[in-house]
């Protein structure tokens, strides 16, 4: 199959980490899937929320907010002034669980890591380029900390990054645009860590019930098609542009 792109299967689209774009995040990096662009950026603060104040061990914490700007898509999109829609609050949500995933909280007490994701620009896998994108920020965030000394030691236990795969007429499409992503039989997000572990799967078929062995083969799709991009963020924690 011909892809509306021209990439092949397995392959994902133009991935550039621009680090530090914002000045006064602890950290920050605009993270680009093809024309998906997405800015994420950390801001560390003092304490926790009420229901960890009285938590043993003490024990930090981390949450995540996503938005979509009004000129994200071809039509503008409403901005949500009485709180997120149910659409952002799942995907914060999943954002949130993601990189709690991969940092030891009871290492950063007292500390709370708020990480936003703002949609600049969406051409499907908003969801999947800002875990990713997420991740590198808060890296920059945590060594920020370690150099100021207001963490002793680094929380951190894993990388993570997310990718979309699709199934089309039999066949598995990784890194979803809007276009594939509209008319795909099965739309699923994986999220795992460098080491191979799987911290979550969403999926739904759009047609068709699928089989088991497709869901392993999407799993061995994402993980193989998420190895450069582990690549590219390590080059981008280190305050480097990456692309690849």
Known sequence: MTRIDGRSAGQMRLIRFTPGFTKHAAGSVLVEFGHTQVLCTVTVEDGVPSFLRQASPPQGWLTAEYSMLPSATNSRTRRERNGPSGRSQEIQRLIGRAIRGIIDLNRCPDTTFTID???IQADGGTRTAAITGAYVALKLAVD??????RLKSNPLKD??????V??????ILVDLNYLEDSSADLDMN???????????????????AFTKDQVVSIIDAAMESLRPVFELQQVATEGQIAEG
């Open 117 to 119: 994701c703002d949609v």
């Open 144 to 149: 920020r900390c370690l150099r100021s000394g």
């Open 159 to 164: 990388s993570v990054a997310a990718v979309s």
């Open 166 to 171: 699709g199934l089309k007429s039999d066949q």
């Open 190 to 208: 994986v999220v795992i860590t460098q080491s191979g572990k799987i911290l979550e799967i969403q999926g739904t078929a759009e047609k068709s």
